[in-house]
């Protein structure tokens, strides 16, 4: 089975630190995504890529930055955190070969509570 | 209004009743993943479909391409299937790239014993 990890669980920072969630997928997969997730308002992408160093804004990329050095992490980065980014980050990966789509797999998630 | 829109937003059931969540979309699509997310957070991917049915154990995914809805049913729910359940569609990209999914707001469900 495809395994998406996240560095971690639960993580409180302190307004205007700099934030790194990692994400790290075994299974060879082009494509990573990052997501927030908030109550009302289901999950949002933030950043996708489609390929080492590659990176694409999602829907909400406003405060974040991404960085994928090797194929398998995927790192997105808060500037300087606000508490308006408190949230539940997922990961996801998935690959698609020959036209074939395999899904998506995600990871368990980062619960970010900044004050 | 959502491209992907998802009903009830919450449900309340008893154990053993016949559970439906209904998703419609308004984008095309190349097809329609059904997730599911206990508390804790993390996500499990129940099924990917792009036409007709699919069926693992208790679980029934069904999707009608022509009137844009899926719909995922629950026989003989469960306590242990309290959960949200989250609609995804995927909309490819039209300049390369991967396809991406766009979701649902989520339906919590609770069964209680």
């Known amino acids: 089975d495809v395994k998406v990890t996240q560095s971690s669980r639960y993580l409180v920072k302190r307004t205007g630190e700099k934030v790194f969630l990692e994400c790290v997928q075994d299974?060879?997969?082009?494509?990573m995504f990052w997501y927030r997730q908030d109550p009302g308002l289901g999950l949002r992408l933030i950043y996708f890529?489609?390929?080492?160093?590659?990176?694409e804004k999602g829907d909400i990329p406003e405060g974040y930055s991404v960085s994928r050095e090797k194929k398998e992490r995927f790192s997105l980065i808060l500037e300087s955190a606000s508490t308006n980014q408190t949230s539940m980050y997922l990961c996801?990966?998935?690959?698609?070969?020959?036209?074939?789509?395999?899904?998506?797999?995600f990871g368990s998630g980062t619960r970010l509570t900044v004050v | 209004k959502n491209e992907v829109e998802q009903s009830p937003q919450n449900l309340t059931a008893q154990e053993g009743e016949f559970i439906t969540i209904n998703c419609s979309y308004s984008?095309?699509?190349?097809?329609l993943h059904w997730l599911q997310q206990h508390p804790g957070g993390g996500i499990v991917s129940l099924f990917m479909?792009?036409?007709g049915k699919k069926k693992h154990g208790r679980l029934i995914a069904t999707i009608n391409i022509q009137e844009k809805h899926s719909s995922l049913h629950i026989t003989a729910s469960h306590p242990r299937d309290s959960a949200v359940y989250i609609c995804?569609?995927?909309?490819?990209?039209?300049?390369?790239?991967?396809?991406?999914?766009?979701f649902g707001k989520g339906t919590k469900l609770t069964v209680n014993p």
């Open positions: 996801a990966s998935s690959l698609m070969y020959g036209g074939i789509f395999y899904g998506y797999t």
């Open positions: 299974m060879d997969h082009e494509n």
């Open positions: 890529s489609y390929d080492v160093k590659m990176k």
């Open positions: 984008v095309g699509i190349s097809a």
């Open positions: 479909l792009s036409s």
């Open positions: 995804a569609v995927y909309r490819a990209q039209t300049q390369g790239g991967s396809e991406k999914l766009v």
